[in-house]
């Protein structure tokens, strides 16, 4: 049987009647990895040894009815989420031999639900990138097309769901990172509301706008993971004290009537035309499934972008100024303090980090501080009542996630402009603090899966995913494989 092209879900169905254990799953999954990712470059570190313990542990336990919900279940973990014992890298020369001493919050809940690990995937050094090609260890490629890129920065996870070597993984989503990767693999990814999941334990970019989820095959299972992962915890004081609801349940949730809004500013100029075809058939589809639809705006959101490269660059300025060469991770010797400092970190960051330090560091610079970082949080202030307005007048955003299908390898790497542009649609989702979830819509006529984007007003996690699933139901697009 094709395991593999399972759902999550499937999965963890034969695994608890029995017709599967978990040694074999994992180990068929793991000589997956082991014949085709060479082609993708998925993984920057497999734990071979620690997963096929763990999925022995894991049959042994269910034969002494053991019911934990995510028993022997396989997953993939971003290489910034912390795994204790395990290389956790960043995809940074910084962080090549870090081994944490500490799980993350969303691991030790994966791990007490039964989970195990296949391994880290790659991504953009320190989340910074929207292609993985940032990675100071190599570029992950598109399973639909291997001249293309994955997106980013969850692109290692994403291209890992997407070809088949697991059935769910986790990200982190700053200004897409989740979305972007899902749109452009043709899988599912979800940026839930921020301070629904733990940030403890994901190595810091941008503090107030970094959030954990899950990307996985289908709506369905990314329901089945936000479960074990979100909650409160006493480690992030930004972690919000709401009760965790049974999303699989709310999967069923009666939506008819309701109101899905539907920006004027997300397709003007720069959005390809098979991109807007799509989510044109997509509206209509809704519309079928007896939602009302109506034109919205969002004004502030041609500043987006700007506010986004301007905040996001201060916080990663702030958090990396940890990585010295005395606390842990890479230590270059010098002459004396400074020169050590200064070797460390320019050899150590790529050139996509040093120059998001430097841009934040300058924004946060005497005299320049009120000009540049505090006119960008104010800003974002009104791009998030922008969305508080919108959702008054409806229950739904709906719209693109990138402007175009994947792009090439190579295409953008010099041109940082024009690769920030690859995430104008997903950057205000996460300046307002809001759920978005990407799921596929169709294909481009190359064959490149395209994305659709639905968003909803903080902790509206469960009509997110319940609009996202009955959608996905109709066209059932998760049955589509790239070959490799």
């Known amino acids: 049987m094709e395991w593999f092209k399972l759902p999550l879900t499937a999965q963890l169905e034969l695994l608890n009647k029995g017709e599967v254990t978990s040694r074999s799953l994992t180990s068929y999954l793991l000589k997956r990895i082991e014949e085709k990712d060479p082609q993708i470059k998925a993984f920057i570190t497999v734990t071979a040894e620690e997963a096929l313990r763990a999925a022995e542990e894991a049959d042994k336990s269910r034969g002494q009815k053991d019911h934990r919900p995510l028993l022997g279940l396989p997953l993939a973990i971003k290489d910034n989420i ?114 629904r999941v733990s940030r403890y334990g994901l190595v810091a970019f941008a503090s107030s706008l970094d959030q954990i989820g899950p990307i996985t095959r289908t709506v369905k299972d990314a329901a089945l993971l936000l479960r074990y992962i979100a909650g409160r915890d006493e480690k992030d004081s930004t972690s919000a004290p709401h009760e965790v609801p049974d999303y699989l349940s709310a999967l069923k949730l009666n939506l008819k009537g309701a109101k899905i809004g539907i920006p004027k500013e997300y397709f003007g100029e720069g959005l390809d035309d098979e991109v807007r075809g799509k989510i044109q058939e997509a509206l209509e589809i809704f519309k079928d499934m007896g939602l009302a639809v109506k034109e919205i705006t969002l004004p502030h959101t041609p500043y987006a972008v700007a506010a986004y490269y301007l905040i996001a660059p201060a916080e990663a300025s702030s958090n990396l100024a940890r990585y010295d060469g005395v606390k842990y991770g890479l230590r270059v010797e010098g002459k004396d303090l400074i020169d050590m400092y200064k070797k460390t970190r320019s050899q150590g960051f790529g050139a996509e980090v040093k120059r998001r330090i430097m841009i934040g560091t300058y924004a946060l610079s005497a005299g320049y501080y009120d000009a540049y970082y505090k006119k960008a949080s104010q800003v974002r202030t009104l791009i998030a009542r922008d969305f508080q307005e919108a959702f008054k007048e409806v229950d739904f955003i709906v719209g693109p996630v990138a402007p175009t299908p994947a792009f090439k390898l190579g295409e953008r790497v010099d041109d940082p402009l024009k690769m920030y542009l690859s995430d104008i649609y997903t950057i205000s989702v996460n300046l307002a603090g809001i759920v978005g979830l990407s799921l596929p819509c169709g294909f481009s006529k190359e064959g490149l899966p395209i994305g659709l984007q639905i968003m909803g007003p903080h902790f509206s996690e469960e009509k997110v995913l319940a609009l996202g699933h009955q959608f996905e139901e109709i066209l059932k697009l998760y049955e589509k494989y790239p070959e490799i």
Do not use: H
């Open 82 to 195: 912390c795994v204790r014992g395990a290389p956790t890298t960043c995809a940074s020369k910084m962080l090549a031999q870090f081994k944490p001493p500490f799980d993350a919050t969303v691991i030790k809940k994966l791990k007490e639900a039964g989970a195990i690990f296949l391994g880290k995937t790659n991504l953009d050094e320190f989340a910074m990138g929207s292609s993985t090609e940032n990675s100071a260890f190599f570029p992950t490629r598109n399973p639909w097309d291997r001249e293309r890129v994955p997106g980013g920065s969850s692109g290692g996870s994403a291209a890992a769901v997407a070809a088949g070597f697991c059935a769910g993984a986790l990200g982190s989503d700053t200004g897409g990172s989740i979305r972007q990767p899902a749109s452009f693999c043709g899988v599912v990814g979800l940026k839930p509301t921020y301070g």
